[in-house]
């Protein structure tokens, strides 16, 4: 079970707030937003909510301003710049460098069958080597299975950008019970659609129609934005719904 918190920038948690690890072998994962003083005190270095994780004996701070960097293990929605000879050049966000995607890092393919992607192409891809002093790389397959899971190119649909903090709510397993989110669910309930989040705030949406796209991108963006709690989101799902 997540539980959430308000805090502000170097104001010292209490002990009384913090999971409790089990033993000395599971230790407390401090996230994002969140510094640790020697010998035991931690702070904020941030202002937002304070997520905490019993089960994974986790915490972190999410808040919806800041620069997405590169983290190992993200999953991202990238741009195709431009391709050389063996990889292509890929935007995860205006700030960072190019990410490099390597042709081969698909699915089922080889240098005979390599995909061709042209400039602007989308793909759903996950961070393998993250460090400030190189370009980030990234896969669009399971390393270890050579199997896609999901990752890949992303035809057709729209891109929309929102915080880093309901993306990161988003790729939430349970949505409803740890990130405070019910939109999807509410959509899928009368809409199909297909959706792609990327820890870098940006998240693809396909559906059978232009309207339903743009219905599914205004509900997260719109719930970002204002902070909506679950009935608000409920409300707000059927009311644009009846639009379409």
């Known amino acids: 079970m997540t539980t959430q918190t308000l805090v502000l920038p170097g104001e010292e948690l209490s002990a009384d707030i913090l999971p409790v690890p089990l033993d000395a072998s599971h230790p407390l994962k401090l996230g994002p937003g969140l510094r640790h003083v020697p010998p035991s005190t931690i702070t904020p270095t941030v202002a937002g909510l304070l997520f905490r994780d019993q089960k994974k004996k986790a915490i972190w701070v999410e808040n919806n301003s800041g620069r997405y960097i590169p983290q190992l293990n993200d999953v991202v929605v990238a741009t195709v710049h431009h391709s ?70 992303l035809k057709e649909g729209m891109v929309f950008d929102v915080s880093l903090g309901i993306a990161r709510r988003l790729l939430l397993a349970k949505q409803r019970e740890e990130g405070g989110l019910v939109v999807l669910e509410e959509i899928a309930e009368k809409i199909p659609f297909e959706v792609a989040v990327g820890r870098n705030g940006k998240v693809w949406v396909n559906s059978k129609g232009v309207k339903e796209i743009l219905l599914v991108g205004k509900v997260l963006q719109e719930t970002d934005r204002q902070g909506l709690s679950i009935d608000e989101q409920k409300k707000l799902v059927r009311r644009l719904l009846k639009s379409i």
């Open 84 to 153: 050389s000879a063996d990889v292509f050049h890929c935007a995860i966000t205006p700030q960072t460098t190019f990410a490099q995607l390597p042709h081969l890092a698909f699915e089922g393919v080889s240098k005979k069958t390599r995909p061709q992607l042209s400039s602007g192409s989308l793909v759903y891809a996950k961070v393998t080597s993250a460090s400030k002093h190189m370009d980030p790389e990234i896969t669009c397959c399971n390393p270890s299975t050579g199997k896609s899971d999901g990752m890949g190119e």
